[in-house]
């Protein structure tokens, strides 16, 4: 993915603008993009945004402090890299976004005297990210006043429509623009390079709904067309009837409203509490109805990670455990709400959990097999075939059992599991998982079946190639042995103990005539018969033991006729 980026950087400096904007539209346009193609957020975001503590007052002494303590605490280290500056940085009158010389929003100086390049300046200096917020549309001011768009002979009043407005939560007043004029395209690549500039690498865009489609295609070209990589991010609550646009044009989208309770005691419900577990909780049924729409490059956002803070933030430890295990489970961005400054021990230790991290940057969704009354049960394969495991009590008293068979999971056959929150071994589990949990408590396991695999294609291969014409194999191919006596494919299997192991080697032979092979590992040979399957497409599992010593063990299957051997797709082991 570096290299598609690197091409992506390459492409957007050798452009003119107008060819970038025109180029970039052919590839939003074609219906076969599925993801986002701009090259970033091939893993979910991790950091810091100042909406859910810092609220409507944010400044530069602030937001260098929660960067301060991002790197302080740990958090970078572990990841957690963006420093969002959310709403409520720009200034209003009684028209609205006070704007500058162009038409776009004027910072506040009196919260940000340094100004956004040197705050940006200040995050990169740190190693972290700077992220940024803008909603659709063109202030009332920039229109009064008739501003010229930067770069055009166009002005404010050429590309407004002042018949509506934009869905804005600060100063409102927020036109919307004429997309089919020229003008306007020009006005949001003036805003974003002025972004660009200042060093932003994470954009918000707020306020998005299903009548904003043109304004967030064009922001998307306007982020493209700086050349700079800007994350792009859409809120809120969007629609998931246009799932497939969110995912055309961004890396992540909102699914729902504020996780927010705004149940503080400060001006509209600010400070803490910050959240609610039914808000917290509500996000299961966004993630079960999303989960399809997640993959490298574009995310299902749950909104911010209300954990920092202990108890305070309006959520129990149990509770804050299974906020972190869903988003990790949910492959959402993780942003956190909270006070970096004010971090507790407990919640440290939650956030800087590499095992729950690795769940979720391994960038799959889970999805919901268990929805019963309290009771839930996720899952997701990974891509090395471990099974992600979560059970849930969403309930506020009472203990809860909760149980998954490794069938619903997706597998079958025994499997090792490891308990993810304290990473202790839980031992080799037969064919199914049950936990007693507390109210708001979650349980989060790493199944391994025992049975590895070892593709042909893989394997080390005298006499052989790797072919693909016979449909049914896995991996991407099958070895077809050169019709000679001593073509052969060599395993390296791999045992954590001595003893013996089973294996199935899986094979199709279309002729009619026995293929024998001999099996040899260490002192041990055995002779296998390998006759006809009926087709070449018609594969079948030859099952064996050999003694296997503990560490790397080469397996080789040799043909004894000049027939050669039979097709060979892979080598199932289940260790000793
Ligand atoms: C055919 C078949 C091959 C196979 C070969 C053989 O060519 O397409 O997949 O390996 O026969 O007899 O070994």
């Given at each position: 993915m570096r290299a598609v980026l690197a091409a992506l950087l390459l492409a957007c400096t050798c452009l003119t603008v107008p060819a970038a904007v025109s180029a970039d539209s052919a590839v939003s346009a074609d219906p076969t993009v599925s993801f986002s193609d701009n090259g970033l957020s091939i893993r979910p975001a991790m950091g810091w945004s100042s909406w859910s503590f810092v609220r409507r007052w944010p400044d530069e002494a602030k937001m260098r402090a929660q960067a301060d303590a991002l790197v302080s605490s740990g958090l970078a280290a572990k990841g957690y890299v963006h420093v969002n500056l959310d709403d409520f940085f720009q200034k209003c009158d009684a028209n609205g976004f006070v704007v500058d010389s162009f038409g776009r929003w004027a910072v506040d100086t009196a919260k940000f005297p340094s100004g956004i390049k040197a705050l940006a300046d200040y995050v990169h200096a740190k190693g972290l990210k700077f992220g940024f917020y803008v909603t659709p549309g063109i202030a009332r001011n920039a229109v009064t006043a008739n501003r010229p768009i930067e770069g055009t002979s166009y002005h404010a009043q050429d590309i407004a429509d002042t018949t509506q407005t934009h869905k804005n939560y600060n100063c409102k007043n927020m036109y919307r623009l004429d997309h089919a004029h020229p003008g306007t395209q020009a006005f949001i690549n003036s805003w974003a390079n002025q972004m660009a500039s200042w060093g932003v690498?994470?954009?918000?865009?707020?306020?998005?709904?299903?009548?904003?489609?043109?304004?967030?295609?064009?922001?998307?070209?306007?982020?493209?067309?700086?050349?700079?990589?800007?994350?792009?991010a859409l809120s809120n609550n969007l629609p998931i009837a246009q799932a497939a646009t969110w995912r055309r044009l961004a890396n992540s989208w909102r699914t729902q409203g504020d996780?927010?309770?705004?149940?503080?005691?400060?001006?509209?419900?600010?400070?803490?509490?910050?959240?609610?577990?039914?808000?917290?909780?509500?996000?299961?049924?966004?993630?079960?109805?999303?989960?399809?729409?997640?993959?490298?490059?574009?995310?299902?956002?749950?909104?911010?990670?209300?954990?920092?803070?202990?108890?305070?933030?309006?959520?129990?430890?149990?509770?804050?455990?299974?906020?972190?295990?869903?988003?990790?489970?949910?492959?959402?961005?993780?942003?956190?709400?909270?006070?970096?400054?004010?971090?507790?021990?407990?919640d440290l230790a939650i956030l800087r959990n590499d095992r729950l991290i690795a769940v979720n940057q391994d960038g799959v969704a889970a999805q919901r097999i268990v929805n019963s009354g309290v009771n839930q049960v996720w899952r997701k394969r990974e891509a090395n075939g471990d099974y992600v495991i979560a059970l849930y009590n969403t309930g506020t008293s009472g203990n809860s059992t909760v149980s998954v068979t490794w069938s619903q999971a997706g597998f079958t056959g025994p499997a090792a599991v490891t308990n993810l929150w304290s990473g202790a071994s839980e031992g080799t589990v037969t064919s199914s998982y049950s936990a007693t949990l507390?109210?708001?408590?979650?349980?989060?396991?790493?199944?391994?079946?025992?049975?590895?695999?070892?593709?042909?294609?893989?394997?080390?291969?005298?006499?052989?190639?790797?072919?693909?014409?016979?449909?049914?194999?896995?991996?991407?191919?099958?070895v077809n042995y050169t019709n000679v006596t001593g073509s052969y494919v060599e395993f390296t299997v791999n045992a954590t103990a001595a003893g013996t192991a089973t294996l199935t080697l899986r094979h199709a032979?279309?002729?009619?005539?026995?293929?024998?092979?001999?099996?040899?590992?260490?002192?041990?040979?055995?002779?296998?018969?390998?006759?006809?399957?009926?087709?070449?497409?018609?594969?079948?599992?030859?099952?064996?033991?050999?003694?296997?010593?503990?560490?790397?063990?080469?397996?080789?299957?040799?043909?004894?006729?000049?027939?050669?051997?039979?097709?060979?797709?892979?080598?199932?082991?289940?260790?000793?």
């Open positions: 690498d994470y954009l918000k865009i707020d306020g998005v709904d299903a009548t904003t489609v043109a304004d967030v295609e064009a922001w998307d070209r306007a982020l493209r067309q700086t050349g700079r990589p800007i994350n792009f996780v927010e309770c705004y149940c503080g005691p400060g001006p509209n419900g600010s400070g803490f509490p910050l959240t609610d577990w039914a808000h917290v909780v509500s996000r299961f049924n966004s993630a079960a109805s999303w989960q399809q729409y997640a993959g490298p490059g574009g995310w299902n956002d749950y909104d911010s990670l209300q954990i920092g803070n202990g108890d305070q933030v309006g959520l129990t430890a149990d509770q804050r455990r299974s906020h972190m295990t869903h988003w990790a489970m949910a492959a959402s961005p993780l942003l956190l709400g909270t006070d970096l400054t004010a971090l507790t021990s407990v507390r109210p708001g408590e979650t349980r989060l396991i790493r199944a391994r079946p025992n049975v590895q695999r070892y593709e042909a294609e893989g394997a080390t291969i005298s006499q052989g190639t790797v072919d693909s014409n016979h449909a049914g194999f896995s991996g991407t191919g099958f032979n279309g002729t009619t005539a026995d293929r024998p092979m001999t099996i040899t590992t260490g002192d041990t040979t055995l002779t296998l018969g390998f006759p006809g399957t009926g087709a070449w497409t018609t594969w079948a599992n030859a099952t064996f033991t050999l003694p296997l010593t503990a560490g790397a063990n080469t397996v080789r299957a040799t043909a004894t006729t000049d027939g050669g051997g039979p097709n060979v797709d892979y080598l199932d082991v289940t260790p000793p």
